[in-house]
Nanobody
């Protein structure tokens, strides 16, 4: 089976930084695109960032210039470096990965809470 394990969430003050990690474990051949969604009680799920296998990133406009997505293919891990955090960034962050086992399928992490508050 394939599992995505997230870490790095927590409580941070406005203007602070956090780095989220998401590592894929289990049996699979390759990982294609990876990325991050977020969801909170006050807003619907939205795509925060995604990154291709070759490292080409895309960002939600509200985080552009503040967040940076990256990946380490040797470690099967995607990262989200978050800087200049704002209260509006408060949400549960879910990583995803498009993984090839016997076929291409989307897998999701368990979610990690990010709270930005003074």
């Amino acid at each position: 089976q394939v599992q995505l394990v997230e870490s790095g969430g927590g409580l941070v003050q406005p203007g602070g930084s956090l780095r989220l990690s998401c590592a894929a474990t289990g049996s699979f051949f390759t990982i294609n695109a990876m990325g991050w969604y977020r969801q909170s009680p006050t807003k619907q799920r939205e795509l925060v960032a995604r990154i291709t296998y070759n490292g080409e990133p895309q960002y939600q406009n509200s985080v552009k210039g503040r967040f940076s997505i990256s990946r380490d293919n040797a470690k099967n891990t995607v990262y989200l470096q978050m800087s200049s955090l704002e209260p509006e960034d408060t949400a549960t962050y879910y990583c995803y990965a498009d993984i090839y086992t016997d076929q291409l399928q989307l897998y999701w992490g368990q979610g990690t809470q990010v709270t930005v508050s003074s």
